[in-house]
């Protein structure tokens, strides 16, 4: 894993692009580039396991990921998708303390836009103006995303239906 330190433009243009912070201000985007930077991983390398705690949202810059259900000593298992560039993955890791649902493993050498969580919690706590905002928009990321298998759900249960 190669580890890149953002300059601050950069880092601003990249989390400003993140539809979750979209509604940020200049200046609250800013407070939150500083603490994101660039990782390159491998082909075949694990970003984040399944059943671990996660460390940190992640952004597809280049490349490509794929989500699998396999475990730590397991083999790869079930397929789930693959992500890439602008997509992001581990944004649960930022809200909760529950152990990751998925394996992510990088498909072919791919670079990704990193914010870790326990610098994302502290700026959080110290500041409420900011948090407030950010847990809004990812209460609305997480809404969409539920109404979204709703209706995958509703849609197939109206074709098994139609089967009958």
Same mark, same amino acid.
């Given at each position: 894993?190669?580890?890149?330190?953002?300059? =601050?433009?950069?880092?601003?243009?990249?989390?400003?692009?993140?539809? +979750?912070? !979209?509604?940020? *201000?200049?200046?609250? *985007?800013?407070?939150?580039?500083?603490? &994101?930077?660039?990782?390159?991983? !491998?082909?075949?390398?694990?970003?984040?396991?399944?059943?671990?705690?996660? =460390?940190?949202?992640?952004?597809?810059?280049?490349?490509?990921?794929?989500? $699998?259900? @396999?475990?730590?000593?397991?083999?790869?298992?079930?397929? %789930? @998708?693959?992500?890439?560039? @602008? =997509?992001?993955? @581990?944004?649960? #890791?930022?809200?909760?303390?529950?152990? $990751?649902?998925?394996? +992510? *493993?990088?498909?072919?050498?791919?670079?990704?836009?990193?914010?870790?969580?326990?610098?994302?919690?502290?700026?959080?706590?110290?500041?409420?103006? %900011?948090? %407030?905002?950010?847990?809004? /928009?990812?209460?609305? *990321?997480? #809404? /969409?995303?539920?109404?979204? +298998?709703?209706?995958?759900? #509703?849609?197939?249960?109206?074709? #098994?239906?139609? &089967?009958?």
């Amino acid at each position: 894993m190669q580890h890149l330190e953002l300059g =601050e433009v950069e880092g601003i243009e990249h989390v400003q692009k993140l539809p +979750v912070f !979209a509604r940020l *201000t200049y200046a609250e *985007t800013a407070r939150l580039a500083k603490l &994101v930077h660039h990782e390159t991983r !491998a082909a075949g390398e694990v970003i984040i396991e399944r059943n671990a705690l996660g =460390e940190a949202l992640y952004v597809v810059l280049e490349g490509e990921v794929r989500v $699998t259900r @396999g475990g730590p000593g397991q083999e790869e298992g079930e397929p %789930l @998708g693959r992500l890439g560039v @602008g =997509e992001l993955f @581990g944004e649960m #890791s930022l809200v909760d303390d529950l152990l $990751t649902s998925a394996r +992510v *493993t990088a498909s072919r050498e791919t670079r990704l836009l990193v914010l870790p969580r326990a610098e994302f919690q502290a700026l959080m706590a110290a500041e409420q103006a %900011l948090a %407030l905002k950010v847990y809004r /928009a990812f209460c609305q *990321t997480l #809404s /969409a995303r539920l109404r979204r +298998v709703n209706e995958l759900l #509703s849609g197939e249960q109206a074709f #098994s239906v139609g &089967v009958r």
